[in-house]
């Protein structure tokens, strides 16, 4: 449990960053920038990563914290999970992510882990991407050439694998407000401590016992975060039911192709999806 | 909730034997002044990394160290061929049968991998880190050899797990009740029975997971070589060093210091051990080895992993006339210490507490591409138990039966004991109405079936089943001329002294070596009791062969009911010699002596003395009595003449989400008899530990393979072990039937809930889903399998 060695730098601003990221770049140095460090370190550890240098955001003021805007609200990315968990503006404006921050890991990590790592880390498994997605989120990078902002759907690529280039840094997440909505994170694992097998974010709004508008995302049915485009539109303009939410629910499979593991096969997944995505809505819908 | 039953009214004139004391020793390991090997630093100190093999199988066909040599703080680099003359090969203490065959085992390999994670070299540097970075720059060239992981498969030798061996089969083992004479002939039961039942279960591989990894440090620089180890068995490993390595015994000095955990996993003598020994002493200085997580997973000997398949025969009416047990088990790659002897260990239970006429057991222990297994809590029992009460509901199933009446209608009434049983072995007590009255008092049985029936009539998607399991497990390990009688190597007896200090306190030397199991605790409240002091003026020591020069450690159950037994017996001694020497003080005759809280009165008068005036006299030695020896100390060692048999009734109310396959255990009882119990924190502690690791193989862990050999769960993402989140509140309660195998009426209690928890949620998970068509689930009853089983049984519309 020893990682290689390896340099270390705990610059203060942006900037510095960028430069050390251009520089490491030039010299054909792989980089490791180092947020919570709850996936990072372990992984070092293990040795499946061995950068030549981690670049520590810890001092980085400028990353952490949420801030209110006309219609959205823009989140460091270095915020840790636990003030995504308990932030009022969150619980106000965006439960969604509220809710899920809270079902992240334990205390610990939820303390030490930030918001933006584990956007940036893109474990499939992870509970961050899913929830980030359904709410149409906007991911702002710093690079050399300036600031860069890119679309949630266009975000996540693969497994582990994001939009953001090698010079550059995920700087802020800018989430359009979702308030008075309905929400709800369906995690099902194992056991308490356990990355999801699969999880259903959803976010629902209802008009007189109808459902105007929703958003679902999936984790873990795909190397990437899923919308449940299927079902948001078979529940749109249906009534806030058990019927109607089991009818519309029993499309969360589609078009997903999620991995077998250990936990589950695929088949399983794909079942899990549909009876977790009903759970979520009806949580959501307050039913 | 947990309640006690009252103490017995021998136990209640004695004010420590009964009473829930905290523990002792937490008070230095929960404020960090705790004292694992992992911390100790010598002087000069090297640090030891293990070279593996990423192969399940292969011939070694060179192997380059130049670079690792060359690394930064490295010192040496050592491989199987370097130390080949002197790494002897690691003990196997428990061959089953004469023939038994096993292959040569180096702690270093030589020649030939067998399974993944076999140390192929051993790095010695300066720190942890310069030898973790040179294991990278080792090039070992491999020439791969078919693998072999599957156990029916291996049983067939189409494929060898080692190239010197000619099978895959090591021995096999046989009892038969006809042949041996206490029972009948399975063949005639099972052809003139009106109801045989026949099924194939699989206990999966486990592992052991304990809280420490294993830790090594070797000092080669005094008289004595010694050894620090995170081990369970301190005692059997010095004498197995001296035997492997061909150092004089009295030269070996080890100590096993604070242990966290070791659930059999620490029963062990490692290669990591001997690698460290012979490192330490190429190098003439002292050195330590740590093991990651990672390899604790890997490599630590895992448990289990045996198929059983079983036939059991019955009237209509449910009398029990046959059980027939035919297993493969597991040993992995290599015979380790007790490998071979753990299905053996499970022989004599599989007929539990059931009065079977007839008997069979057959076991055949095949070798596999796998690290080899070994103890794990429970060792043998927990396989036998799952497999006897799994079959007692399919045949309650088979004939429409309650699955307890049909128990009922089979076990040993409480007036049948002594009782020997159709394997041979002697219950001495035992209630086992007595224990599952009351479980289903506390579960409330009968309610719990009618919310059963009305969740099935409303089709309700979370199913309701209740598990039962009856069992009882041989405890106290071990009469020594029974061990013997199984060629084990060893005897089973257990050594203590006491010794009164001059200033009047109490130092008591025990064999059995604690690793969590609170001895310093319970040892204390035996001894004040038996002396009449304070239970704070007793201090209890163990673990280091230079202070606890004899013992055979803690394994088994058997450090109360053995070790216990010798630490009284030494006690004893002590009261005894004491009488003389206050008979002389007092000028009294030794007749006249009462002996009571903690010192002798003349009978009838005031003049009395106190055992630490006794043992200052003693020390001084001004005015001893002639031909007695000036100090008060004793020695005692006590050779069980039975096992204790502890029994007991559990209980599980379990949920199973249909649409998600999900497993909750919503109500757990257990009615444990343990016999006289000595301190009721303690058990709590075991039995609620014993209970998850029990529901833990159940539910949630199993060691997985791919196919080219390689653990798939080598970590704790993937290798599940519960938390307390996922863990029921357990009902526990008592019975006493008290042991009349030794003086306390103990029993022991450090298995017991992981033998009979197991069974109980399987069979709950199958009684939630029987009338759905389900069958049969393998463990762990995963979520994933658990709906699996739901849908094919949907395609097979229920029947089988």
């Given at each position: 449990?020893?990682?290689?060695?390896?340099?270390?730098?705990?610059?203060?601003?942006?900037?510095?960053?960028?430069?050390?990221l251009a520089?490491?770049?030039?010299?054909?140095?792989?980089?490791?920038l180092?947020?919570?460090?709850?996936?990072?370190?372990?992984?070092?550890?293990?040795?499946?990563a061995?950068?030549?240098?981690?670049?520590?955001?810890?001092?980085?003021?400028?990353?952490?914290?949420?801030?209110?805007?006309?219609?959205?609200?823009?989140?460091?990315?270095?915020t840790?999970?636990?003030?995504?968990a308990?932030?009022?503006?969150l619980a106000?404006?965006?439960?969604?992510?509220?809710?899920?921050?809270?079902t992240v890991?334990?205390?610990?990590v939820?303390?030490?882990g930030?918001?933006?790592?584990?956007?940036?880390?893109?474990d499939p498994?992870?509970?961050?991407?899913?929830?980030?997605?359904a709410?149409?989120?906007?991911?702002?990078l710093?690079?050399?050439?300036?600031?860069?902002?890119?679309?949630?759907?266009?975000?996540f690529?693969?497994y582990?694998?994001?939009?953001?280039?090698?010079?550059e840094?995920?700087?802020?997440?800018?989430v359009?407000k979702?308030?008075?909505?309905?929400?709800?994170?369906?995690k099902?694992?194992?056991?308490a401590?356990?990355w999801?097998i699969?999880a259903?974010?959803?976010?629902v709004?209802?008009?007189?016992?109808?459902?105007?508008?929703?958003?679902?995302?999936?984790?873990?049915?795909?190397?990437?975060?899923?919308?449940?485009?299927?079902?948001?539109?078979?529940?749109v303009?249906?009534?806030?039911t058990?019927?109607?939410?089991?009818?519309?629910?029993?499309?969360?499979a589609?078009?997903?192709?999620?991995?077998?593991?250990?936990?589950?096969?695929s088949?399983?997944?794909?079942?899990?999806?549909?009876?977790l995505?009903k759970r979520a809505?009806l949580?959501?819908?307050?039913? | 909730?947990?309640?006690?039953?009252?103490?017995?009214?021998?136990?209640a004139?004695?004010?420590?034997?009964?009473?829930a004391?905290?523990?002792?020793?937490?008070?230095?390991?929960?404020t960090?002044?705790?004292?694992?090997?992992?911390?100790?630093?010598?002087?000069?100190?090297?640090?030891?990394?293990m070279?593996r093999?990423?192969?399940?199988?292969a011939?070694?066909?060179?192997?380059?160290?130049?670079?690792?040599?060359?690394s930064p703080?490295?010192?040496?680099?050592?491989?199987?061929?370097?130390?080949?003359?002197?790494?002897?090969?690691l003990p196997?203490?428990?061959?089953?049968?004469?023939?038994?065959?096993?292959?040569a085992?180096?702690?270093?390999?030589?020649?030939?991998?067998?399974?993944?994670g076999e140390?192929?070299?051993?790095i010695?540097?300066?720190?942890?880190?310069a030898a973790?970075d040179?294991?990278?720059?080792?090039?070992?060239?491999?020439?791969?050899?078919?693998?072999?992981l599957d156990?029916?498969?291996?049983?067939?030798?189409?494929?060898?797990?080692?190239?010197?061996?000619d099978s895959?089969?090591s021995a096999?083992?046989?009892f038969?009740s006809?042949?041996a004479?206490?029972g009948t002939?399975?063949?005639?039961?099972?052809?003139?029975?009106?109801v045989?039942?026949?099924?194939?279960?699989y206990?999966?591989?486990?592992?052991?997971?304990?809280?420490?990894?294993?830790?090594i440090?070797?000092?080669?620089?005094g008289?004595?070589?010694?050894m620090?180890?995170?081990?369970?068995?301190?005692?059997?490993?010095?004498?197995?060093?001296?035997?492997?390595?061909?150092?004089?015994?009295?030269?070996v000095r080890?100590?096993?210091?604070?242990?966290?955990g070791?659930?059999?996993?620490?029963?062990?003598?490692?290669?990591?051990?001997?690698?460290?020994?012979?490192?330490?002493?190429?190098s003439?200085?002292?050195c330590?080895?740590t093991?990651?997580?990672?390899?604790?997973?890997?490599?630590?000997?895992?448990g289990r992993?045996q198929?059983?398949?079983?036939?059991?025969?019955?009237?209509?009416?449910g009398?029990?006339?046959?059980?027939?047990?035919n297993?493969?088990a597991?040993?992995g790659?290599?015979?380790?210490?007790i490998?071979?002897?753990?299905?053996?260990?499970?022989?004599?239970?599989y007929?539990?507490?059931y009065k079977?006429?007839?008997?069979r057991?057959e076991?055949n222990n095949i070798?596999?591409?796998?690290?080899?297994?070994?103890?794990y809590?429970?060792?043998?029992?927990?396989?036998?138990?799952?497999?006897?009460?799994?079959?007692?509901?399919?045949?309650?199933?088979?004939?429409g039966?309650?699955?307890?009446?049909?128990r009922?209608?089979?076990?040993?009434r409480?007036?049948?004991?002594?009782?020997?049983?159709?394997?041979g072995?002697?219950?001495?007590?035992?209630?086992?109405?007595a224990?599952t009255?009351k479980?289903?008092a506390?579960?409330?049985y009968?309610?719990m079936?009618?919310?059963?029936?009305?969740r099935?009539?409303?089709?309700?998607?979370?199913?309701l089943?209740?598990?039962?399991?009856?069992?009882?497990?041989?405890?106290?390990?071990?009469?020594?001329?029974?061990?013997?009688?199984?060629?084990y190597?060893?005897?089973?007896?257990?050594?203590?002294?006491?010794?009164?200090?001059?200033?009047?306190?109490?130092?008591?030397?025990?064999?059995?070596?604690a690793?969590?199991q609170?001895?310093?605790?319970?040892?204390?409240?035996?001894v004040?009791?038996?002396?009449?002091?304070?239970?704070?003026?007793?201090?209890?020591?163990?673990?280091?062969?230079?202070?606890?020069?004899r013992?055979?450690?803690?394994?088994?159950s058997?450090?109360?009911?053995?070790?216990?037994?010798?630490?009284?017996?030494?006690?004893?001694?002590?009261?005894e010699k004491?009488?003389?020497?206050?008979?002389h003080?007092?000028?009294?005759s030794?007749?006249?002596?009462e002996?009571a809280?903690g010192?002798?009165?003349?009978?009838?008068?005031?003049q009395s003395?106190?055992?630490?005036?006794?043992?200052?006299?003693?020390?001084?030695?001004?005015n001893?009595?002639?031909?007695?020896e000036?100090?008060?100390?004793?020695?005692?060692?006590?050779?069980?003449?039975?096992f204790?048999?502890?029994?007991?009734?559990?209980?599980?109310?379990?949920?199973?989400?249909?649409?998600?396959?999900?497993?909750?255990v919503l109500?757990?009882?257990?009615v444990?008899?343990?016999g006289v119990?000595?301190?009721?924190?303690?058990?709590?502690?075991?039995?609620?530990?014993g209970?998850a690791?029990?529901i833990s193989?159940a539910?949630?862990?199993?060691?997985?393979?791919?196919?080219?050999?390689?653990?798939?769960?080598?970590?704790?993402?993937?290798?599940l072990?519960?938390?307390?989140?996922?863990?029921?509140h357990?009902?526990t309660?008592r019975?006493?039937?008290?042991?009349?195998?030794?003086?306390l009426?103990?029993?022991?209690?450090?298995?017991?809930?992981?033998?009979?928890?197991?069974p109980?949620i399987?069979?709950?998970?199958?009684?939630?889903?029987?009338?759905?068509?389900?069958?049969?689930?393998?463990?762990?009853?995963?979520?994933?399998?658990?709906?699996?089983a739901?849908?094919?049984?949907?395609?097979?519309?229920?029947?089988q």
């Amino acid at each position: 449990m020893i990682p290689s060695a390896f340099d270390y730098a705990a610059p203060s601003t942006v900037e510095e960053v960028l430069a050390m990221l251009a520089a490491a770049e030039s010299a054909g140095d792989e980089v490791k920038l180092l947020a919570g460090g709850q996936s990072l370190l372990p992984v070092m550890k293990l040795r499946m990563a061995d950068p030549a240098l981690v670049i520590d955001l810890g001092k980085i003021s400028e990353l952490v914290g949420v801030s209110e805007q006309e219609d959205t609200l823009l989140i460091g990315a270095m915020t840790p999970h636990h003030e995504i968990a308990t932030n009022a503006l969150l619980a106000k404006h965006l439960p969604l992510l509220h809710k899920a921050a809270a079902t992240v890991a334990d205390p610990q990590v939820r303390h030490r882990g930030t918001f933006g790592g584990a956007l940036v880390h893109a474990d499939p498994a992870g509970d961050m991407p899913a929830p980030v997605l359904a709410t149409g989120a906007t991911f702002i990078l710093a690079g050399p050439r300036g600031e860069r902002r890119v679309e949630a759907s266009d975000f996540f690529q693969g497994y582990f694998t994001t939009a953001v280039a090698d010079d550059e840094i995920l700087t802020h997440i800018q989430v359009p407000k979702f308030t008075g909505w309905g929400a709800h994170y369906e995690k099902f694992t194992r056991v308490a401590q356990q990355w999801s097998i699969v999880a259903v974010a959803a976010m629902v709004k209802i008009e007189d016992g109808t459902f105007t508008r929703a958003r679902l995302g999936l984790t873990n049915m795909a190397s990437t975060p899923l919308r449940a485009t299927a079902v948001e539109q078979a529940l749109v303009g249906s009534n806030a039911t058990l019927e109607s939410i089991t009818a519309a629910c029993s499309l969360a499979a589609e078009g997903t192709e999620p991995a077998s593991d250990l936990n589950g096969d695929s088949t399983y997944r794909k079942h899990l999806s549909t009876v977790l995505a009903k759970r979520a809505v009806l949580a959501a819908a307050g039913l | 909730m947990t309640s006690t039953t009252e103490s017995s009214p021998a136990a209640a004139q004695k004010p420590e034997i009964g009473k829930a004391r905290l523990r002792k020793e937490d008070a230095h390991l929960i404020t960090g002044r705790s004292r694992f090997t992992d911390n100790m630093v010598l002087p000069g100190m090297l640090h030891l990394a293990m070279v593996r093999s990423p192969f399940a199988h292969a011939k070694i066909t060179g192997i380059n160290v130049t670079a690792a040599k060359s690394s930064p703080g490295v010192l040496a680099v050592l491989t199987g061929a370097d130390v080949a003359q002197e790494q002897g090969s690691l003990p196997n203490a428990w061959p089953v049968t004469p023939d038994q065959k096993a292959p040569a085992h180096p702690s270093i390999a030589v020649d030939e991998v067998a399974f993944a994670g076999e140390v192929v070299a051993v790095i010695i540097a300066r720190s942890v880190a310069a030898a973790r970075d040179a294991v990278e720059l080792v090039d070992v060239d491999y020439e791969e050899l078919p693998v072999v992981l599957d156990l029916e498969e291996a049983f067939t030798d189409q494929v060898l797990a080692h190239s010197t061996l000619d099978s895959n089969k090591s021995a096999t083992w046989i009892f038969d009740s006809a042949e041996a004479g206490t029972g009948t002939s399975i063949a005639d039961a099972l052809a003139n029975s009106e109801v045989v039942v026949e099924r194939t279960l699989y206990q999966q591989r486990v592992i052991p997971a304990f809280m420490e990894p294993r830790s090594i440090v070797v000092d080669p620089t005094g008289e004595q070589l010694t050894m620090w180890s995170s081990t369970q068995i301190p005692h059997i490993l010095r004498l197995m060093l001296a035997l492997t390595l061909g150092i004089p015994e009295s030269k070996v000095r080890v100590i096993a210091p604070d242990v966290g955990g070791g659930f059999g996993g620490k029963l062990q003598v490692t290669p990591e051990e001997i690698i460290t020994v012979l490192a330490a002493r190429r190098s003439g200085k002292p050195c330590k080895f740590t093991e990651t997580r990672s390899e604790s997973l890997q490599v630590g000997h895992h448990g289990r992993a045996q198929v059983q398949r079983l036939k059991i025969s019955a009237t209509k009416e449910g009398i029990v006339t046959g059980l027939s047990v035919n297993l493969l088990a597991d040993m992995g790659a290599y015979l380790g210490l007790i490998t071979s002897g753990i299905p053996i260990l499970g022989a004599f239970m599989y007929n539990s507490i059931y009065k079977f006429p007839a008997y069979r057991f057959e076991c055949n222990n095949i070798f596999t591409n796998k690290p080899w297994t070994d103890a794990y809590r429970g060792a043998g029992r927990p396989e036998a138990t799952f497999a006897i009460e799994r079959m007692m509901d399919e045949l309650a199933t088979e004939l429409g039966m309650d699955p307890l009446e049909l128990r009922a209608k089979n076990w040993i009434r409480h007036d049948e004991f002594p009782f020997t049983t159709v394997a041979g072995l002697e219950y001495d007590t035992g209630n086992y109405e007595a224990a599952t009255d009351k479980a289903i008092a506390l579960f409330d049985y009968d309610g719990m079936r009618d919310e059963q029936k009305r969740r099935r009539e409303n089709n309700d998607p979370v199913q309701l089943g209740i598990g039962i399991s009856t069992f009882t497990e041989m405890c106290g390990l071990a009469p020594s001329r029974v061990l013997g009688s199984l060629n084990y190597a060893a005897g089973g007896w257990e050594h203590a002294q006491v010794r009164v200090l001059p200033t009047g306190t109490i130092e008591v030397v025990t064999g059995s070596s604690a690793h969590g199991q609170g001895h310093e605790t319970a040892w204390s409240q035996l001894v004040a009791d038996r002396l009449g002091v304070p239970f704070e003026n007793i201090q209890v020591l163990h673990g280091d062969t230079a202070i606890s020069q004899r013992g055979l450690d803690t394994y088994g159950s058997r450090s109360l009911s053995v070790g216990g037994m010798a630490v009284l017996a030494a006690a004893d001694k002590v009261i005894e010699k004491a009488r003389v020497i206050a008979a002389h003080m007092m000028e009294a005759s030794e007749g006249d002596l009462e002996f009571a809280n903690g010192s002798f009165t003349v009978k009838g008068t005031e003049q009395s003395t106190t055992l630490g005036e006794i043992a200052f006299a003693a020390f001084s030695a001004h005015n001893m009595p002639e031909g007695v020896e000036p100090n008060l100390d004793s020695e005692a060692t006590f050779d069980p003449v039975n096992f204790s048999y502890p029994h007991g009734t559990h209980l599980a109310a379990i949920e199973v989400d249909t649409e998600t396959g999900h497993v909750n255990v919503l109500k757990y009882v257990c009615v444990d008899d343990i016999g006289v119990v000595v301190n009721p924190v303690l058990v709590e502690g075991q039995v609620h530990g014993g209970l998850a690791q029990g529901i833990s193989q159940a539910l949630y862990e199993e060691a997985v393979y791919d196919d080219a050999g390689t653990l798939v769960s080598g970590s704790f993402v993937d290798y599940l072990v519960p938390g307390a989140p996922d863990l029921p509140h357990y009902i526990t309660d008592r019975t006493e039937t008290p042991a009349t195998s030794n003086q306390l009426g103990a029993k022991g209690v450090g298995e017991a809930g992981t033998i009979a928890s197991t069974p109980a949620i399987v069979n709950g998970v199958l009684d939630a889903l029987r009338h759905l068509g389900v069958k049969d689930i393998k463990m762990p009853c995963t979520p994933s399998r658990v709906w699996h089983a739901l849908e094919e049984a949907k395609t097979t519309g229920g029947m089988q």
